[in-house]
């Protein structure tokens, strides 16, 4: 998968060469080029902004700017995805990330000030690129740098064979077509501080493991978000997950 990312501050990316990001890219599973946007302006003061159009505080990110770094960057073989960070968005979920991970190319644009002239997805869209506008969360932050490195520690740990176990991403919070939130986890010891690890788990007997997971999962995803709950299709449940 190759990711370009265009931001003000390109620097911030340099910690997707830690972990098993970088280890990813060095193996050649994914490629990631931060650019710097201001590369693509033309004036001494390289600015990538100007006042809002009908008045009002702050700066907007110039669409002419963008335009010239977008065109050279998409203009590669392989479909690219173009993603954008907006608080003002629909919310990114883990279907979204699971949809992505099989893209060949996602280029991400990081808004900062007032945010980004609105007719810069317009255009592209129209041009006929998949572009997308995603928030991370009901909060404001100062630019699309946080929400671009979150979403893509989201995509690429599902891109297949980047994880060293790929059983790992199976059962997981948000994950599958009947998703929950994912049962408590514990490891060693099974005593500690005067707190024990449900007795169950240390059984050795693997259909009482599961089925008492499962009903972890789903009482906490009762619990904590009913929301899931309602959107469950009753035709996947089995007799003892009614139950519960
Ligand atoms: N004026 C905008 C508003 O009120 O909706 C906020 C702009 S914010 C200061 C600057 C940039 O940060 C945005 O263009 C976007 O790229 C990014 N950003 C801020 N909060 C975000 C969030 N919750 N999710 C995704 N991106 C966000």
Same mark, same amino acid.
């Given at each position: 998968?190759?990711?370009?990312?265009?931001?003000?501050?390109?620097?911030?990316?340099?910690?997707?060469?830690?972990?098993?990001?970088?280890?990813?890219?060095?193996?050649?599973?994914?490629?990631?080029?931060?650019?710097?946007?201001?590369?693509?302006?033309?004036?001494?003061?390289?600015?990538?902004?100007?006042?809002?159009?009908?008045?009002?505080?702050?700066?907007?990110?110039?669409?002419?700017?963008?335009?010239?770094?977008?065109?050279?960057?998409?203009?590669?073989?392989?479909?690219?995805?173009?993603?954008?960070?907006?608080?003002?968005?629909?919310?990114?979920?883990?279907?979204?990330?699971?949809?992505?991970?099989?893209?060949?190319?996602?280029?991400?644009?990081?808004?900062?000030?007032?945010?980004?002239?609105?007719?810069?997805?317009?255009?592209?869209?129209?041009?006929?690129?998949?572009?997308?506008?995603?928030?991370?969360?009901?909060?404001?932050?100062?630019?699309?740098?946080? &929400?671009?490195?979150?979403? !893509?520690?989201?995509?690429?740990? +599902?891109?297949? =064979?980047?994880? /060293?176990?790929? *059983?790992?991403?199976?059962?997981?919070?948000?994950?599958?077509?009947?998703?929950?939130?994912?049962?408590?986890?514990?490891?060693?010891? &099974?005593?500690?501080?005067? !707190?024990?690890?449900?007795?169950? +788990?240390?059984? =050795?007997?693997? /259909?009482?493991? *599961?089925?008492?997971?499962?009903?972890?999962?789903?009482?906490?995803?009762?619990?904590?978000?009913?929301?899931?709950?309602?959107?469950?299709?009753?035709?996947?449940?089995?007799?003892?997950?009614?139950?519960?």
């Amino acid at each position: 998968m190759n990711i370009d990312i265009i931001s003000v501050f390109p620097e911030y990316f340099d910690v997707l060469n830690l972990s098993l990001l970088g280890k990813a890219q060095e193996r050649g599973l994914v490629q990631v080029r931060a650019h710097n946007l201001r590369d693509w302006t033309h004036d001494v003061h390289q600015s990538v902004d100007d006042t809002p159009v009908g008045g009002g505080a702050g700066m907007v990110m110039k669409p002419e700017v963008w335009a010239e770094c977008l065109d050279e960057i998409l203009d590669t073989d392989g479909a690219p995805v173009l993603i954008f960070p907006n608080p003002s968005a629909p919310t990114f979920t883990q279907q979204d990330a699971t949809e992505l991970a099989h893209a060949e190319h996602l280029a991400f644009g990081c808004g900062r000030y007032e945010g980004y002239d609105a007719r810069i997805p317009v255009y592209y869209r129209a041009q006929g690129i998949d572009v997308r506008e995603y928030s991370i969360g009901d909060y404001v932050l100062n630019g699309g740098e946080v &929400a671009v490195s979150v979403m !893509l520690e989201a995509i690429t740990r +599902l891109i297949p =064979g980047f994880m /060293g176990n790929a *059983d790992s991403i199976v059962e997981e919070s948000y994950t599958g077509t009947n998703a929950l939130l994912e049962h408590r986890q514990y490891t060693k010891p &099974a005593h500690w501080r005067g !707190l024990d690890v449900p007795e169950v +788990l240390t059984s =050795g007997d693997h /259909g009482k493991v *599961d089925r008492f997971r499962r009903d972890e999962a789903l009482a906490k995803t009762s619990e904590l978000r009913p929301d899931m709950i309602e959107r469950l299709d009753c035709t996947l449940l089995d007799k003892q997950d009614r139950k519960t």
